[in-house]
Antibody, heavy 117, light 106 residues
Framework: QVQLQESGPGLVKPSETLSLTCTVSGGSIGRYFWSWIRQPAGKGLEWIGRISSSGSTSYNPSLKSRVSMSVDASKNQFSLKLTSMTAADTAVYFC???????????WGQGSLVTVSS | DIQMTQSPSSLSASVGDRVTITCQASQEINSYLNWYQQKPGKAPKLLIYDASSLETGVPSRFSGSGFGTDFTFTISSLQPEDIATYYCQQYDTLITFGQGTRLEIK
């Protein structure tokens, strides 16, 4: 059974960079796309971007200038960096697997990130 | 960007009721649409993909239809465990989610 687990700081200061990692277990990171999705408290889902197992990326245009993603197939991990964090970036951040870059069939449990000084 | 508009934003229904949620895309997306169920404190769960295909293991009371810009998600007979927020998601151009429909028991 494929499992995803987010890890990273729960608190980030304004203007700093968020770094999150998603570790995939129970399956290979190869042949799939891997996404980050976030959800502010009480609000809807926002797709941040995705990375393929070979490192090809696509980002949400609204976040593109601040986002970068990377993949480490040897560790079965992929990562998110989001720069210039503000209070508006406070949210639960999910990592998820994409089948064919179309749907999300496996998700992490979510990691709450709060932006505050 | 493709915008996805769901309606209603919230819905109250009784156990056994037929429930319908609609999702409209701001431009044609063929059948490139999925539906998810999210319960409080949990990650979303895929229910329907490609507008009308039922994900493995999902009860048959859930169904989807539509093509182009207008899509429908139906629960044929509402069960207490179906209380959740439902989201549509397009993948024609990158990824966009609808704003969600909160379903409550009357």
């Amino acid at each position: 059974q494929v499992q995803l687990q987010e890890s990273g700081p729960g608190l980030v200061k304004p203007s700093e960079t968020l770094s999150l990692t998603c570790t995939v277990s129970g399956g290979s990171i190869g042949r799939y796309f891997w996404s980050w999705i976030r959800q502010p408290a009480g609000k809807g889902l926002e797709w941040i971007g995705r990375i393929s197992s070979s490192g090809s990326t696509s980002y949400n245009p609204s976040l593109k200038s601040r986002v970068s993603m990377s993949v480490d197939a040897s560790k079965n991990q992929f990562s998110l960096k989001l720069t210039s964090m503000t209070a508006a970036d406070t949210a639960v951040y999910f990592c998820a697997r994409s089948r064919g870059a179309t749907l999300f069939d496996y998700w992490g449990q979510g990691s709450l990130v709060t932006v505050s000084s | 960007d493709i915008q996805m508009t769901q309606s209603p934003s919230s819905l109250s229904a009784s156990v056994g009721d037929r429930v319908t949620i609609t999702c409209q895309a701001s431009q044609e997306i063929n059948s490139y649409l999925n539906w998810y169920q999210q319960k409080p404190g949990k990650a979303p769960k895929l229910l329907i993909y490609d507008a009308s295909s039922l994900e493995t293991g999902v009860p048959s009371r859930f169904s989807g239809s539509g093509f182009g810009t207008d899509f429908t998600f139906t629960i044929s007979s509402l069960q207490p465990e179906d209380i959740a927020t439902y989201y549509c998601q397009q993948y024609d151009t990158l990824i966009t989610f609808g704003q969600g429909t909160r379903l409550e028991i009357k």
